[in-house]
């Protein structure tokens, strides 16, 4: 009699589980590859935005692709600038140059001579510099080089 109810016991305890068990790998399947947290998730496991950058497993998938600056958009990708300002926003590398830079990293400095931008007077010679550029008045002329006057002028 009391075999007979620990055996009853038994086949209900293993029904019971097999039913718990037929939906748990699915529930902790979904749990790895959601958590970042999770440091037993492989590496392929990241979420979008997300990826392990470091080959460290230990810390999962620590680097934020959206707002990184060492791994903006993707693993490696830094983003900066060499005369400027660069902001990872959304995975895009926001570059703003200062003034008299350009480039992808603002590391060309602007010819302002060549290109014509330099406000320097007609009797002055432009000098390219970095960041910049000068005016220096002509010989026979003097002022500050965006506005160049005859010296002698009367006599002329
Ligand atoms: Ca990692
Ligand atoms: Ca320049």
């Excluded at 400095?109 to 060549?114: I, K, L, R, W």
Aim: glycine residues 12%; negative net charge; contains cysteine.
């Amino acid at each position: 009699m009391r075999m007979v109810f620990h055996t009853c016991w038994i086949v209900m305890w293993m029904v019971g589980c097999g039913a718990s068990t037929s939906t748990a790998p699915d529930a902790g399947q979904d749990d790895a590859r959601i958590g970042n947290t999770d440091t037993s998730a492989p590496v392929a496991e990241c979420n979008r935005n997300r990826a392990d950058c470091d080959g460290e497993p230990a810390n999962g998938c620590e680097a934020d692709l959206r707002s990184s600056q060492d791994h903006c958009g993707k693993c490696g990708t830094v983003c900066e600038a060499e005369h400027g300002s660069a902001d990872c926003v959304a995975n895009v590398c926001v570059v703003e140059c200062d003034e008299g830079y350009a480039g992808v990293a603002c590391e060309e400095d602007v010819d302002e001579c060549a290109d014509g931008t330099a406000l320097c007077a007609a009797d002055a010679l432009c000098t390219n510099e970095p960041g910049g550029y000068t005016c220096t008045c002509n010989e026979y002329f003097e002022g500050t080089g965006s506005v160049c006057t005859a010296i002698c002028g009367d006599g002329m």
